[in-house]
C-alpha cells in the first residue's frame, strides 16, 4: 500500500484536531520519560504538552567504573545517575555545572505537574547468599512508616529435599536479622535520595521506587509526601544528596517476626527458612494490622502464597535502636 504525501497531510491534520486533553492521556499512558522527551522534538504543540504529563516512569541505568567498588550501595546510587544525563540535552564538553544536572530531579525540572511518578533502579542492592531470596517494601513519610521484609530459600526438588544439604539455611535468629537490617539500610538510603524529588514537586501525590530486579519497593503516598515536604532541614539535606553515605535515619522499631523451617506451596516448590518480618517505628506505625501490609506488599504468586502460611505462625517480637 503507497501513502500519497496528501494522504499524509490528511492524517496529520486529523491529528491535530484531537484537543489537548486526549493527547495528554495518550502521554500519560506512555509515562516513559525518554519517550515522552522524544515527543517534544516532533512538533510544537507536543513540545508544550509534553511537561504537562502526570503519570510518569523514570527507568535509569547502571554505569560503574572500573575503579569502582561494585558492592557499594552508594557507589551504585552515585554511578546509575550519570548515565541518564543524557536524557536532557547531551553536552560533549563535560563541565562542573554539567556535574550537578545528573540527578533524577533534574531530568523531572521538564515536567510541572507531576502527579504519579515511578522511579526504577537498574538492579537490587543486597548481595545474598546463593538460593536466598529477599523482597521487601517500606512505606515513608519524613521517616520510616512500615516495612514488611519477606525471605526465603527456594528449593527446586519437590519433595523438600536440599541437594546441597543446607538444612539449616537462614534457621538462625542472627541470619533473619541480618536480612530486615539490610533491607532497612537499603530502604533508608533510596529515601535519603528522593529528597530532591519530593521538594521541587509539590503536587506529586505518589512515588514509588522499585528496582529491575523486584527486590525491594520505597512507596511515599500523599501524606508522607505532605511530611517529607514540611520536615525542617531538608532543602540543606537535598543539596548534597549524592555525598558518600548518606541515608535517612531508621528511626527505633519493632520487629515482628514470623519464621518456618520449611513450607510447601501449592505449585510443588518448597521453600526454606521462610521468614517474615513486619517493622514499624516504636512511637507510632499507625492502625494497618500486619496481615494487610504484608499481603498488600507481596501480593500473589509464590510471595503472597508464602506470606499467608507465615502469617498463621506464632510471632515475637524483637526491638532495635534507631541507626
Not at 203 to 215: I, N, P
Not at 238 to 265: C, F, I, N, Y
Amino acid at each position: 500500500m503507497i501513502i500519497t504525501k496528501n494522504q499524509m497531510v490528511e492524517a496529520m491534520n486529523g491529528f491535530d484536531r484531537l484537543p489537548d486533553s486526549l493527547i495528554l492521556l495518550i502521554f500519560n499512558s506512555i509515562s516513559d520519560i525518554k519517550t515522552l522527551i522524544c515527543c517534544r522534538s516532533v512538533s510544537k504543540r507536543f513540545n508544550s504538552l509534553v511537561p504537562q504529563t502526570e503519570s510518569l516512569s523514570l527507568k535509569v541505568d547502571c554505569v560503574i567504573s572500573p575503579e569502582s567498588d561494585s558492592g557499594s550501595l552508594f557507589t551504585l546510587l552515585k554511578s546509575l545517575l550519570k548515565s541518564i544525563h543524557d536524557l536532557l540535552k547531551p553536552d560533549t564538553k563535560p563541565t562542573t555545572r554539567n556535574q550537578t544536572q545528573n540527578s533524577p530531579a533534574r531530568i523531572l525540572n521538564q515536567f510541572d505537574r507531576i502527579r504519579d511518578l515511578q522511579i526504577e533502579l537498574p538492579s537490587g542492592d543486597l548481595k545474598l547468599e546463593k538460593g536466598a531470596v529477599i523482597k521487601w517494601r517500606a512505606e515513608f513519610g519524613k521517616s520510616l512508616k512500615s516495612c514488611v521484609v519477606l525471605g526465603f530459600r527456594r528449593v527446586a526438588n519437590s519433595e523438600g529435599n536440599n541437594s546441597e544439604g543446607d538444612i539449616d539455611f537462614a534457621g538462625g535468629l542472627k541470619t533473619r536479622v541480618v536480612w530486615t537490617i539490610s533491607a532497612l539500610i537499603a530502604a533508608s538510603a533510596r529515601h535519603y535520595l528522593l529528597n530532591d524529588v519530593v521538594k521541587d514537586h509539590r503536587e506529586m501525590e505518589s512515588l514509588v521506587l522499585v528496582d529491575r530486579e523486584g527486590e525491594g519497593t520505597v512507596a511515599m503516598g500523599r501524606e508522607g509526601l505532605r511530611e517529607c515536604r514540611e520536615e525542617s532541614g531538608m532543602a540543606a539535606r537535598g543539596a548534597d544528596w549524592q555525598e558518600e553515605g548518606k541515608r535517612t535515619v531508621v528511626p527505633s522499631v519493632r520487629m515482628r517476626m514470623r519464621h518456618e523451617q520449611r513450607v510447601q506451596l501449592k505449585d510443588g516448590v518448597w521453600v526454606e527458612g521462610a521468614t517474615l518480618v513486619v517493622v514499624r517505628p516504636c512511637n507510632g506505625g499507625g492502625d494497618v494490622e500486619d496481615a494487610e501490609l504484608a499481603l498488600g506488599a507481596f501480593g500473589g504468586g509464590i510471595f503472597g502464597e508464602a506470606v499467608q502460611v507465615l502469617l498463621k505462625n506464632e510471632s515475637y517480637l524483637l526491638e532495635m535502636n534507631s541507626f
